[in-house]
């Protein structure tokens, strides 16, 4: 989301009145004031070599001059050259130590050096100041939300709009803030207030995200075409409408819309050039070689290497790039001709395709999802070197994952703390295995008290993760790459679903026509893990009952 206010703006030190300098801090009579307008007006027009020469030249004849040496350091900042801008600003500081704007802007230039902590002490020095300073008020809440800060960010929007209570961007950043948070109410609060200011497209994607989870699909589907009606060609407004229909199962508009990923501005880099052709299902494949490639998460790449083989069973020779950690793994599927990752040398190929554009290309609807499970399988080898390390009571074996990697968008909403699950390693009669990557030091309390096998952070990648879920009875886990790895070999595996699901699990499901094997249980409240993880408790207490009433 946009930030709430300009961070700086080039222009003279307008924050200083003639009470707060000091005779020796006014200009000298022979200044050129004129030069510096110029300057100034040339670095608004984005002449940034004209308008630099002009700060020099003001700095030749007067090398103390703080608006000289604050404006020339905003200019580096623009360029890119942060460690020259803090030198000079920092400078200037020196000439004018009250000025709430030059402070700001040092603040400014140690935020974008990543010194968070000490760009925060400024921008509340800036506000020691001057208490309704905007800029630095703005910064200061981005500062915050920057830092996860996210209760303490959102008090400071709310001080810019105790200042200016249609602040358009400090209500939009409370509303983004109050989505972290999982508070969706409140965030459609923030963005219609905002979209009473102006009605921007931007602001109605967010608040149709917000409608989303709620799972109020109908409104979001209003908010988003309101945004494409105002702004044309709107990525970000097809892209998040095709989330809608995909979760409802309308796979006909959804896989078309959903092409847009390629035209947002965070997804631009993720796109790979090619000069052979995209293929989205219009032209023969057999006889041809197509590279299949990866865009997006491990998960990901799981759940759509299962069209690999429809490829092959056409005649096509398939390559395909891969992550790192699946390259093994999936290096195993039979049919494949070569798999990469990136950065490797390719072979000669025909044609191209994204692993999440071959649904659109295969015109799958809900009904023909090729499910054909399991599509992946561990190797023999590994199987064998961790048999040693699993518990050997001849209890059922259950594998456990409860959070996803940290940087995903929405790990908030699907990791669960693992003392949230405590009661389901209570159960007696089975034997539970960790196969969480990274534990932290609470977590692994929990494992040892508990004597659950950890496993987790020895695996060197999906192969091993693999052969352990080969072994297993069940898995349970949240929505994270495990539960794609479990379903994609067949095993049985029960995932524990946020309230707003991701658009694969679809709407109110508790199967998966991605995965027969799947189980879901969702919550019924936001944020609220308790009723799902008491009904998976519950039902498998009575898988451990029925084996030890057989044994």
């Known amino acids: 989301m946009a930030q709430a206010g300009a961070q700086a703006q080039p222009g003279p030190d307008n924050d200083r009145s003639d009470n707060d300098r000091s005779d020796n801090d006014r200009p000298d009579n022979d200044r050129p004031d004129n030069d510096i307008g110029q300057a100034v007006a040339l670095h608004r027009q984005g002449r940034l070599d004209d308008a630099a020469q002009i700060y020099g030249a003001i700095l030749a004849a007067t090398p103390d001059q703080p608006d000289a040496l604050n404006l020339l350091g905003l200019l580096r900042h623009q360029q890119g050259r942060n460690v020259e801008a803090l030198h000079l600003i920092g400078a200037a500081l020196k000439r004018a130590a009250q000025s709430a704007d030059i402070v700001n802007n040092f603040a400014l230039i140690l935020g974008a050096l990543s010194r968070h902590e000490e760009a925060l002490a400024h921008f509340e020095r800036a506000l020691a100041i001057n208490s309704r300073h905007l800029n630095a008020l703005a910064n200061r809440a981005n500062t915050l939300a920057r830092l996860r800060r996210d209760e303490q960010a959102l008090a400071a929007y709310q001080c810019i709009l105790d200042v200016q209570p249609d602040h358009q961007g400090a209500l939009n950043e409370s509303g983004g803030l109050n989505m972290r948070l999982s508070r969706p109410h409140a965030a459609i609060a923030c963005f219609d207030r905002a979209l009473a200011v102006t009605p921007l497209a931007e602001l109605h994607v967010n608040k149709g995200n917000a409608l989303r989870a709620l799972n109020r699909e109908d409104d979001a589907l209003k908010s988003f075409a309101a945004a494409a009606a105002i702004k044309a060609g709107f990525a970000e407004a097809h892209w998040s409408a095709s989330l809608v229909r995909l979760h409802r199962g309308d796979f006909a508009g959804g896989w078309k819309d959903y092409e847009w990923r390629w035209h947002k501005a965070d997804w631009r880099g993720r796109r790979r050039n090619f000069s052979e052709p995209l293929w989205l299902g219009n032209e023969p494949i057999a006889g041809k070689t197509i590279l299949l490639h990866c ?151 929990i494992l040892r008290e508990r004597g659950v096998a950890r496993l987790g952070p020895q695996f060197a990648d999906f192969a091993d993760t693999a052969a352990i879920v080969d072994a297993l009875d069940l898995v349970i886990t949240v929505d994270t790459s495990v539960a794609h790895l479990a379903g994609a070999m067949g095993k049985p595996v029960w995932m524990l679903v946020p309230f707003a699901s991701d658009w694969r699990w679809l709407h109110a499901r508790t199967d998966s026509p991605w995965y027969p094997s799947m189980r879901l249980f969702r919550q019924t409240a936001i944020g609220d893990w308790s009723a799902p993880v008491a009904r998976l408790r519950d039902e498998l207490a009575e898988v451990a009952d029925r084996r030890t009433a057989r044994a």
Request: glycine letters at 10%; aromatic letters at 6%; proline letters at 10%.
């Open 295 to 445: 865009e997006q998460g491990l998960g990901d790449t799981i759940q759509f290497v299962r069209y690999a083989p429809l490829l092959v069973e056409r005649g096509a020779s398939v390559l395909i790039i891969v992550q790192p950690p699946l390259r093994t793994l999936i290096g195993a599927m039979p049919g494949l001709s070569g798999v990469f990752i990136d950065g490797e040398p390719l072979p000669a190929f025909d044609m191209h395709c994204p692993l999440l554009s071959l649904p659109l290309a295969f015109g799958t609807e809900l009904a023909t999802i090729p499910a054909n499970v399991p599509y992946l399988r561990p190797d023999a080898q590994p199987i064998t070197q961790w048999q040693g390390r699993l518990p050997q009571n001849g209890q059922p074996r259950v594998g456990l994952c409860w959070a996803g990697g940290r940087e995903h968008l929405n790990d908030h909403n699907r990791s669960i703390p693992l003392a949230g699950m405590a009661d389901i390693l209570s159960i007696s009669g089975l034997d539970f295995v960790s196969l969480q990557k990274d534990v932290g030091a609470a977590d692994a309390a």
